[in-house]
Every structure is written in structure tokens, then in C-alpha cells.
């Protein structure tokens, strides 16, 4: 049996098995100082006072660092070949991330690299960026395809993160979503409707026979997948099986967190341009409104209204949209900076959403997303006191060490910066 006991820990938590919403994302937080957890065979086993230093070496003695759950990052695009600065300048010389996307570059360019690249290479870059997010306190992470945009390609995408998945060296726990449906590819062009068809009839088909998917995922977005086209293809997917998570109002407004609520997807993600009928949807329903504040920041957009989406009663998840275009960060430090400085959510929120409520977006809040008994025993172990460090620390990284199911994979408490 393997056992790890963290005492002299300042755990900080919400709880529960299910999102928070509105007031419960503070509410649902709670804090315990001098306390110690107890992981067993991967989960949770007891939570009490710390009994200090018992002589067992493998013992992690905290230092009254605080503790939070793994932090999940539930909305990533990490499968693909190339990259693409060249669009990052073109934006800052004033193109818009549309504009490039619609003469040929954007996703169906990073489509032309994923199809060239071999599985290995694809593996090893989607392991490198996970081994990074692991730094960061990322235990568990959302892998989206969708930059194949045919049946082999895409499903090559869904077996690098399968692959991954059921490597027990994979920092990071995975889940898998199909994201065919993320640009029109040049074999369809002009017909969204026909490839909308194609996957329905030929792709998701073999996407749940190969068990390579949970979810199924759609850019709902003006000039690429029309709401009725999202419809379609999510009430099919629904029908097989598969949960739904929408791309939805992320460049313009048009009732993609509607579609969300009437479909109960688990997660409408993006929102910048969500209206206030879309917010109270959102609230309505119970989906968790996920916010990819790094992405408004890239693309300089205005940021998703997360004060009003909690203030209506929203459950709200905090994620990266880590992808080689509209956002290339898996930034778990710039993610927390922005929510409390531009979104104005709470320290306590932005754990929440970073945790518990992104759980809730992938479907596993019963089982991660908060440091209770009969949960995972994914950990984080900040250098810091206080949860406070965590946006104010700004786009630095405070984790001191990472543990995924009572395992640490990342150990950075030599670095004492703030507890010696
Ligand atoms: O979430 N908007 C659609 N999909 C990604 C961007 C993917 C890309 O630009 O490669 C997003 O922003
Ligand atoms: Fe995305």
C-alpha cells in the first residue's frame, strides 16, 4: 500500500460533490490550520489535526504552508503540431484573431502541422506542455482535439492523449473531449452543414466504439458553427452518449450559453460577449460558466462579466485554454492574477473555480476538486502561508510542490522564497 501523510498544512478548501454556486464559491470555502492529511493508495483517507513529526521520514512536514486542491484545468487544446507567432504579431499589428481564421490561417493552419506530425512527435509536445502544467498545480487537465478536422487525424489526436492518459508517468490526469467540430476544414469549405453530417455519420461513431472521448465540444461562433448547426450535432452527440461542452460567445454574441443550458451541457466556456438572458441561463440550469480570462487577455478583449455571473448565481470555473493560437499560456499563475484583478472575483472564488467548479465542468466533482475524505489525493502545497500569494504573487508561480493521487510529481520546496 503506498501512504503519504502531509502534516503542519494550512489546508484550504471548498467542499462538496458538486459545483458552488453564486455566494457558495465563498461560502463553500473552508480553512484549517495545523492540520494533516493522509493519502492511501491515491485517495484521501483522513483529514485532522496535524500530529506533528511521528520519526516516519516519508512524512511531508508543510511548514504551515497552505495546501489547496490539484488545480483543474478544465478547457486545453495540447494536441498539435507547429506553432503559430506569426499570427500573434500579425494581431498586435492590428489583424483581428477572426480576420486570420477566416483567410485560411488560425485553427486550419495549426489542422496542416497536426496532420503532418507523427504520433510520437505530437506525444512528446502535448507531454512536455503537461509537464509544465504539473508546476503549476494542474493535477488534472481537460484535452481537447480538433485540430484534425478528419476521422484519422482526429482520432490520432484522441489516442496521443490516451496514450498519455494510461501512462502512470503522465504528470497530469487526463480527460478527453472530441472537438471535430472546431473549423470548417478546406475539404468541406462552404459546407458547414455537410461536415456537420460527416460527423455525426462517420466520426463520433468510432470516437465512442474506440471509447476515445467523454465529451463532445463545438466553436459556436458567428462564421464557424451557427447555433442550429451546434444543435444538431450536440443532441446527436448527447444521444450517444457523449457530454456536452460548448465553445460559446467568445468573439460575438449568439446564444451559445442558451444553447448550453437547453442541451445541459456541463460546462459553456468562453462567455466574454454572453448576454444577461445567456448569464441567467447559465444560472438557471446549473451549467458551470468556465472563463478563459488568459485568452481575452491575448486577445485583447474584454474580459467574461464573472462578477455578474456569480452575483446571478452562476457556478463558475476558471481555466487556461491553453492552444497554439488565440492563447498559447497554460498560465495557472496569470489565470488567478486576472480573475481577482480584472474580473474582480474573490481569492476564495478564484480557488473554487480553479478547482471544485472545474472539476464539476469535466464531470468528476464527486471524485477531485476539493481535499476531502474518499477524494483523490491530488494536493498542492504553495510556498506561502496564506492563499493570498496566489494572485498577488502576479504571473509568478507559488507552488512548492504537486502531489496527483498521493504521488508528488513536482517538488520545488528548496526554493524557500517565502516560508524558509
Ligand atoms: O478556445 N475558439 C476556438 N478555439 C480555441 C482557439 C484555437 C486556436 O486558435 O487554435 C479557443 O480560443
Ligand atoms: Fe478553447
Not at 285 to 296: I, N
Not at 355 to 363: D, E, K, R, S, W
Amino acid at each position: 500500500m503506498s501512504r503519504l501523510r502531509i502534516y503542519n498544512a494550512t489546508i484550504v478548501t471548498p467542499e462538496g460533490r458538486n459545483a458552488l454556486k453564486g455566494s457558495e464559491m465563498t461560502t463553500g470555502v473552508k480553512r484549517v490550520p495545523d492540520a494533516e492529511i493522509v493519502i492511501e493508495d491515491g485517495v484521501i483517507t483522513a483529514i485532522g489535526p496535524s500530529r506533528g513529526n511521528l520519526g516516519d521520514s516519508a512524512d511531508i512536514d508543510a511548514k504551515g504552508r497552505v495546501v489547496v486542491p490539484g488545480f483543474v484545468d478544465s478547457h486545453t487544446h495540447p494536441v498539435f503540431g507547429g506553432w503559430r507567432p506569426e499570427e500573434f504579431g500579425w494581431r498586435l499589428r492590428g489583424d483581428s484573431y477572426m480576420s486570420i481564421m477566416n483567410r485560411g490561417g488560425g485553427i486550419v493552419s495549426t489542422m496542416r502541422a497536426t496532420r503532418e506530425a507523427t504520433e510520437e512527435v505530437l506525444r512528446a509536445k502535448t507531454l512536455a506542455l503537461l509537464d509544465r502544467a504539473a508546476t503549476m498545480g494542474v493535477t488534472t487537465m481537460e484535452a481537447k482535439s480538433g485540430y484534425g478536422l478528419d476521422l484519422d487525424s482526429e482520432l490520432l489526436q484522441l489516442q496521443v492523449i490516451a496514450s498519455l492518459s494510461a501512462d502512470p508517468s503522465t504528470p497530469v490526469t487526463l480527460t478527453s473531449t472530441f472537438l471535430g467540430a472546431h473549423a470548417v476544414p478546406p475539404e468541406w469549405a462552404g459546407n458547414p452543414d455537410g461536415y456537420i453530417d460527416y460527423i455525426i455519420s462517420d466520426v463520433l461513431p468510432r470516437v465512442k466504439e474506440k471509447g476515445l472521448a467523454e465529451s463532445v465540444d463545438i466553436f459556436c461562433e458567428e462564421g464557424v458553427f451557427s447555433v442550429e448547426q451546434s444543435r444538431r450535432l450536440l443532441k446527436a452527440a448527447r444521444e450517444m452518449g457523449f457530454t456536452l461542452k460548448i465553445h460559446a460567445d467568445e468573439i460575438v454574441t449568439t446564444g451559445g450559453a442558451e444553447l448550453a443550458a437547453e442541451l445541459g451541457a456541463l460546462s459553456a466556456d468562453h462567455l466574454l460577449h454572453a448576454s444577461d438572458a445567456g448569464i441567467d441561463a447559465l444560472a438557471r440550469s446549473g451549467v458551470v460558466a468556465t472563463l478563459l480570462p488568459l485568452t481575452a487577455f491575448t486577445l485583447r478583449e474584454p474580459f467574461a462579466r464573472a462578477r455578474q455571473m456569480i452575483d446571478s448565481g452562476c457556478a463558475v470555473a476558471l481555466a487556461t485554454d491553453l492552444n497554439p493560437g488565440s492563447c498559447c499560456s497554460g498560465s495557472i499563475p496569470l489565470t488567478f492574477a486576472l480573475a481577482c484583478i480584472y474580473m474582480n472575483m474573490s481569492i476564495e472564488e478564484a480557488i473554487t473555480a480553479m478547482t471544485l467548479n472545474g472539476a464539476a465542468a469535466i464531470g468528476r466533482a464527486d471524485t477531485i476538486g476539493s481535499i476531502e475524505v474518499g477524494k483523490r489525493g491530488d494536493i498542492v502545497m504553495l510556498d506561502a502561508d496564506t492563499p493570498d500569494f496566489l494572485p498577488y504573487f502576479t504571473g509568478m508561480n507559488i507552488v512548492a510542490m504537486t502531489v496527483n493521487g498521493g504521488r508528488v510529481v513536482y517538488d520545488n520546496r528548496a526554493a524557500k522564497i517565502v516560508i524558509k
